[in-house]
């Protein structure tokens, strides 16, 4: 119907909130309409709490009152659920108010509640819509979904690198390839994911904290922090940041390096979304087995001596400006001028 995909939009809004802060539970948003009016929204706060559509109605309940809701469109981002798991179904909560027709847009990948809501709702006469703007609604939840259909979570593989390929600029240059915005943006990445994976070599060199500490970001539980070493926990160098901060105990060792034991490990611990932030070792111990879903790559805009530019390694970097982008079919061709 006209409409629906901006009322979709809002919703898909709305379910941003949640992105980062729901796991092992999806990210969803619900806005509730009539007559082309707003009526109210909501979004999934936290595992255990309301659901999306519970929260909407609340916020309408209380604005309008209940009998607001009588003939009103529920926008949900997620198929609603159908039976009782932490909390009462969504299907009975919208029945219950009265709401004549519910647009959704993803399907739920969860057996339990997948094409059940459908029938329920329209045998009792509310009218369903469905796959609206469905694949911005199924990216909400691509980690949820991910250890729904594999039992492992959705794996990001982060990466800061010169335009000529290195991950290190040259000896005495300082440790930061990346530019003060691109690591605020990691922060967000990590806020989103539920654990950080790096390996024991980048532990024991760059000494990381992986932690979130970006004071403009919601508060939020530290995602689990995971060294992956090949040998054993107790020859990590002990006195490291993730063994000594405040965060200690959402750090863990994964002692023979096997990559889909460990992302079944975090699944286990409920995390749907990792961020790999490691060297190359063991980036592509994931990437032979085929366990990274995404890529974040950050270009600094330098030659730092990479073999195939053809700036030699050993010269110091060379610095770039003016840098231009242009998507051309599927390629980037990067402008820049040198700085002399
Ligand atoms: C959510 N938030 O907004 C929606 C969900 O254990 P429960 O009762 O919280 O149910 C979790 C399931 O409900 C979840 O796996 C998903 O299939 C469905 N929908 N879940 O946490 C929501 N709409
Ligand atoms: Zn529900």
Redesign the pocket.
């Known amino acids: 119907m006209e409409g629906d995909e901006s009322w979709m939009q809002l919703a898909i809004e709305e379910a941003r909130c949640?992105v980062g802060l729901?796991s092992?539970?999806?990210?969803?948003?619900?806005v509730i309409v009539k007559d082309g009016l707003l009526l109210g929204k909501g979004?999934?706060h936290k595992?255990?709490?309301?659901?999306?559509?519970?929260?909407a109605i609340a916020a309408v309940t209380a604005t309008y009152g209940v009998q607001a809701l009588r003939g009103s469109t529920i926008y949900?981002t997620?198929?609603?659920?159908s039976s009782?798991?932490?909390?009462?179904?969504?299907t009975q909560g919208i029945l219950d108010t009265g709401i004549s027709r519910v647009v959704y847009g993803a399907e739920?990948?969860?057996p339990?509640?997948r094409g059940v809501a459908k029938s329920i709702l329209e045998a009792a006469g509310v009218d369903v819509c469905s796959e609206v703007l469905a694949s911005a609604c199924e990216d909400l939840i691509r980690g949820?979904a991910k250890v729904?259909r594999t039992g492992l979570p959705w794996v990001i593989l982060k990466s800061a690198l010169s335009l000529d390929g290195r991950v290190t600029r040259p000896p005495g240059e300082g440790q930061w390839l990346t530019s003060p915005e691109s690591r605020e943006r990691v922060q967000r990445i990590r806020f989103e994911c539920d654990a950080i994976i790096t390996g024991g070599r980048t532990f024991r060199v760059d000494n990381p904290s992986l932690t979130l500490r970006s004071p403009s970001l919601p508060p939020k539980d530290q995602p689990w922090r995971m060294v992956m070493t090949r040998g054993k926990a107790s020859d990590l160098p002990s006195k490291h940041k993730m063994f000594t901060d405040t965060f200690q105990s959402r750090t863990l060792v994964h002692e023979g390096g096997n990559p889909q034991d460990a992302l079944r490990q975090l699944a286990d611990l409920g995390c749907q979304t990792v961020l790999l932030e490691a060297g190359g070792r063991l980036v592509s111990s994931f990437l032979r087995e085929f366990l990274v879903d995404e890529l974040f790559v950050f270009y600094a805009p330098m030659l730092t001596g990479g073999p195939d530019l053809g700036f030699e390694a050993g010269l110091g970097s060379l610095e770039l400006s003016d840098q231009r982008f242009e998507r051309i079919g599927d390629d980037v061709l990067l402008r820049a001028k040198v700085v002399s």
């Open positions: 949640g729901t092992p539970n999806p990210a969803v948003g619900a979004w999934h595992a255990g709490l309301p659901h999306a559509e519970r929260e949900v997620l198929e609603p659920c009782h798991g932490k909390t009462p179904p969504c739920d990948p969860n339990q509640h949820f729904q």
